[in-house]
C-alpha cells in the first residue's frame, strides 16, 4: 500500500514538475515570438536556445521553438540575399562605368574565363619589349608577368620594383616561368599571382601611383634594370582598380550560392515537418 501510494505521489511530482516546465518554456517561447515579429533575430534565437538547453521535457514548446527557429532562418536568408544583390547592383554599375578602358581576350573555343589588359598592355602593341604586364580575369584573380627580351638569356624567376629612395617590393620566386626565342631572340616570361606570390609588387604600384620613376630589375643568373614607363605603371594601377571590382563581385557571387543553398535547406526541412504533422 505504501509503496503505490509512493509512486502516485511521485508520477503526481513528474506531471507536476512537466506542466511547470512547459509553462516557462512557453513564457520564453511567447518571447521569441514577440522578437521574431519585431525583427530581433537574435534575441528570438537566444530565446529558443534557452529553451533547448534548460527545457528538454517541454516537448510541444520544444517542437513549436524549432519550426520558430526555421521561420527565422528563412527570413535572415532572405534579408542577407536582398543585402547581397543591392551590393551586386553598386559593384555591377561601378564596373559597367569603367569596362570600356580595358580589352578583354577570351576564345570561347577553349577559355571559360577570359582577362583583362589595359589597351597599352596588349601583346601586339608590345612585340619585343621588356616591361612588367597586368591582367586580370573575369573572377578578379590578377597577375602579373615579367617579359623580358634585352639580349641573351638571364633565366629569371623574380622582378623587383624600387621608387625614388630606397622603397622597394620584391615578388617571390616565380612558379611558373618559361622561356621561348622569336627569330633568334631570347624571350623570358614569369608570371606572378597578385596577393599569393607578387610580393605586394601591384599593391606597392599603385600606393606610389604618383611618383616621378619606377625602376624594375630582373631577377635571375644576372640582373637587368630599366625604368618603368609611365603608360605600363597607369596599366598595372589600372587593372589592380578593376581587380578590385571584379573580386568583389565573385565574392558576392559565392555568398549568393551559399544563401540560396542554405535557404533551399531550410525550406526542405519545413516541408519535411509538414507532412510529418499530416
Known sequence: MRKTVLA???LMALLSGCNGDSKKAGALFQQAELAYASGDYSLAKLQIDSIRTLYPKAVEVRKAAIRLMQNIDM???????AYLDS???VKQAAFDSIKGNYVLEKDTAYQETGNYFYPTQV???NIGRSFLRAQVNE???MSLTSIYCAGGNIHHTAVKVSTDGDTFAQT???SDSYETTDLGRAIEKADYRVGKDDG?????IAANRDKRTFRLEFIGDRNYRTTMRRDDVKAIVAINDLARILSAMEEIRKEQNEANLKLKFVMRKMKEAEKAEE
Not at 527570413?75 to 540575399?81: D, G
Request: a positive charge; aromatic letters at 4%.
Open 172 to 174: 617571390q620566386p616565380s
Open 8 to 10: 502516485a505521489l511521485c
Open 139 to 141: 573572377r578578379g584573380e
Open 123 to 125: 601583346v601586339e602593341k
Open 75 to 81: 527570413q535572415e536568408q532572405r534579408k542577407t540575399l
Open 87 to 89: 551590393m551586386m547592383l
Open 200 to 204: 605586394g609588387v601591384a599593391s606597392f
